[in-house]
């Protein structure tokens, strides 16, 4: 339907209009009318050619005096609707609600429209004129002007003239200076190593080692900061860099001649049959070393761990590379920021962001981190900057993971909820956003329909961008009984690069190929994101993920050397996980032992259920998998259909009572529905 009149675009007071574009033919006939009452009016046919829709948008509505929303059952499933008018009760601003039908407002319109006197289009007396009172206006009425975001920017210009563009030119030139010296920083040469001593042998282990580290770090993924991309790393060639092995030169001078800002060496020595490794980061500019690291490995197994400590001290270095440039110089992440986002934080809460980005980074390499530590910098980033999306984005995230299991169910989905909100107020437009929102439908509240179609949309606008999407559409295949479906999509999930979390991906992967009963697949897997992380949580889920497939398969003694390693790692802090392994290696009174002496109230109810399953203790199991149920752990519920540990209990009656409480719980997807027998199974 043609539009009735063009979008006011001067100095004095107008009303936003928010409406479906479905309803024109009754939205355009009303506005056409407060138009001919002398009403200024802005709806988006004021959206200049090539001007961002968001932005023009959002500055028509900060600018508005008032919000006239048109209630329908169109506008009520609009997203951009539901963005309109929650930006405008965010900002305070009056919103005047007409509606076009009897129709019952979502739960969050409820709440912030409860204080307003609503309009009935088809059942007001004097509808017009009321609508007119309500807008603040008459046919015989003068706007005033107001001071609109957009506005104030023209009279700006038109004032301070001549100064001012001299200003924005500096300013653009300095931008523009520091953001280039930053798109410089990311690169690094990868020395070969020095062998301490005349043999041979280490000698070629030495070269063959610098290899696997630099052709791992060449191949870097893209670093993301902001919601935007930032920069790839940038690795000199082999052949540029090994030119140098032996030469003696000043680190400064092979910078300068490889055009790299940090420079990765070592050595390799032989002690008897012991092999020492040791590393180091360097930054050039003032020859600060960044990071350094020792491993010590058996001389006899130097071939086969090559590979692995190759893996670590790449996937390590390149992660301290860019915090080292971030936490430096946090003011040109934020003019990076500046260039391509409409949102950048402060200083100090960028400071507090790095903090928290450090708790997440640690974690994920195993090399310490804490999730409280992780909240709290999170919450002071935002205390200080209400605008920092990211640090919305990363708090969702953290009650996503109920802070390391510590917080209630109930607790955490409204907090997650309630942070990516908020985040995507503040940046809609965003791959992470759809990815948050999916795995708090999935995880946090069983919605496997909304959470599905959050998937997909993440996966046809960014389909190689993240493996979360399509972790998150298998996980739900494989709760629904579709495992052929579940094993196809993690497959193609292992081709795309995590990054800093790529060893809790493979962890992840691994996991559920157990679950599928893939376990000499699991095992692979397992053993590449080990090489990954030496320490923390992330090694000990690996180490009792490898433990499982090699019981299943009757691999007992194997299996035992790990699980120790693991109990060493996180024994202290997560006990529970052992329970089940040792009762079923054969140290039961050692698995009795550590259930007796368990205390806490964030004890996991799966690991109690398998446990108990494992000492047989059958109506113990039952309870612990009705608690997992209620508390929607993920691993029980994961398993819960097809993993072979349950077999023992699947001829229990009560076994089809867990199944039918569980789908109790669960919003399925409509294939789920569709493929449902008679029986409702």
């Known amino acids: 339907m043609e539009k009735p009149f063009a979008a006011y675009e001067g100095d ?27 009403t200024n009016l802005w709806y988006d046919e004021g959206i200049s050619a090539g001007k961002n829709w968001r932005a023009a948008i959002g500055d028509s509505l900060l600018g508005a005096s008032r919000v006239l929303f048109y209630i329908s059952e169109r506008s009520l499933k609009s997203n951009h609707c539901n963005r309109e008018i929650n930006l405008a009760l965010d900002e305070d601003k009056d919103v005047v609600p007409v509606y076009l039908e009897e129709v019952e407002l979502t739960s969050d ?24 009172n309500a807008l603040g206006q008459s046919a015989s009425t003068p706007s005033q002007p107001v001071s609109s975001p957009v506005h104030r920017r023209l009279r700006w210009w038109h004032y301070t003239g001549l100064g001012l563009v001299l200003t924005i030119l500096i300013g653009a030139a300095w931008v523009y200076i520091q953001y280039r010296e930053w798109i410089a920083l990311p690169s690094i040469a990868v020395l070969p190593f020095t062998n301490v001593g005349t043999d041979e042998e280490t000698r070629l282990f030495a070269r063959g080692l610098s290899e696997d580290i630099l052709d791992s770090l060449a191949q ?27 030469r003696g030169e000043d680190l400064s001078v092979i910078a300068e001649k490889l055009n790299v800002a940090y420079v990765l060496g070592g050595s390799v020595q032989r002690m008897g049959d012991r092999l020492r490794i040791t590393t180091q980061l360097v930054r050039v500019e003032d020859n600060f070393g960044v990071w350094s690291r020792p491993y010590e490995r058996a001389f006899a197994d130097r071939f086969e761990m090559q590979q692995g400590v190759a893996q670590n001290i790449a996937h390590i270095a390149e992660s301290e590379l860019f915090f080292d440039i971030q936490k430096r110089i946090p003011a040109i992440f934020i003019v990076a920021c500046a260039v391509v986002s409409p949102r950048c934080p402060d200083l100090k ?16 390499l195993g090399e310490g981190g804490d999730w409280a530590l992780r909240e709290e910098y999170l919450k002071k980033t935002v205390a200080v900057d209400p605008s920092f999306a990211w640090a919305y984005r990363m708090l969702a995230n953290v009650y996503l993971q109920r802070v390391g299991g510590r917080m209630p169910l109930q607790e955490s989905s409204f907090a997650a909820h309630a942070a990516l909100t908020r985040a995507m107020e503040l940046e809609p437009d965003s791959s992470y956003a759809e990815l948050q929102i999916g795995q708090i439908y999935l995880y946090l509240d069983l919605d496997y329909a909304n959470a599905e179609a959050s998937f997909k949309r993440g996966l046809d606008r960014f389909p190689t961008e993240n493996p ?74 690996n180490l009792r993920i490898q433990a499982a497939a090699l019981i299943e398969l009757e691999r007992i003694e194997k299996a035992k050397t790990l699980l120790e390693e693991a109990w060493d790692l996180d024994g202290s802090v997560r006990p529970e996980f052992y329970i089940s392994h040792f009762a079923t290696i054969g140290e039961k009174e050692r698995a009795e032992r550590i259930l007796n002496d368990l205390q806490g ?81």
């Open 220 to 246: 870097s993924v893209v670093v993301r900061r902001y919601n935007m991309y930032v920069k790839q790393l940038d690795v000199a060639s082999g052949a540029a860099s090994f030119q140098f092995a032996d």
């Open 12 to 38: 004095e007071s107008y009303i936003f209009v928010c409406y479906s574009h479905e309803d024109s033919d009754v939205v355009y006939p009303e506005i056409a009318w407060l138009h001919k009452q002398g």
């Open 468 to 541: 979360s999407f399509h972790v998150g559409l298998a996980r739900i295949a494989l709760r629904e009984g579709r495992v052929g479906e579940a094993s196809r999509l993690m497959a193609t999930a292992s081709a795309l690069d995590a990054g800093e979390e790529q060893a809790s991906f493979l962890n992840t992967y691994a996991w559920l190929l157990t679950v599928l009963g893939d376990y000499e697949r699991s095992l692979k897997v397992s053993a590449d994101g080990l090489n990954l992380v030496l320490g923390g949580p992330v090694r000990a889920a």
């Open 109 to 132: 319109l409820k709440v912030g429209l409860n204080r307003v006197q609503a309009l009935h289009r088809d059942q007001n007396t004097n509808y017009r004129q009321h609508l007119l």
């Open 349 to 364: 809460a960028e400071e507090h962001f790095m903090n928290a980005e450090n708790q997440s980074r640690l974690m994920n």
């Open 601 to 681: 109230e964030s004890v996991s109810t799966y690991a109690l259920a398998v446990g108990y399953l494992a000492l047989e203790d059958i109506d113990s199991t039952f309870m612990a998998i009705e608690a997992a149920i209620e508390d929607h752990n993920r691993l029980l519920i994961d398993s819960l259909r097809t993993a072979a540990w349950w077999d023992p209990i699947r001829d229990d009656p009560r076994f089809d009572g867990m199944l039918d409480l569980l789908d109790s719980k669960v919003t399925h997807t409509q294939t789920y529905l569709n493929n449902l027998d008679p029986t409702g199974r």
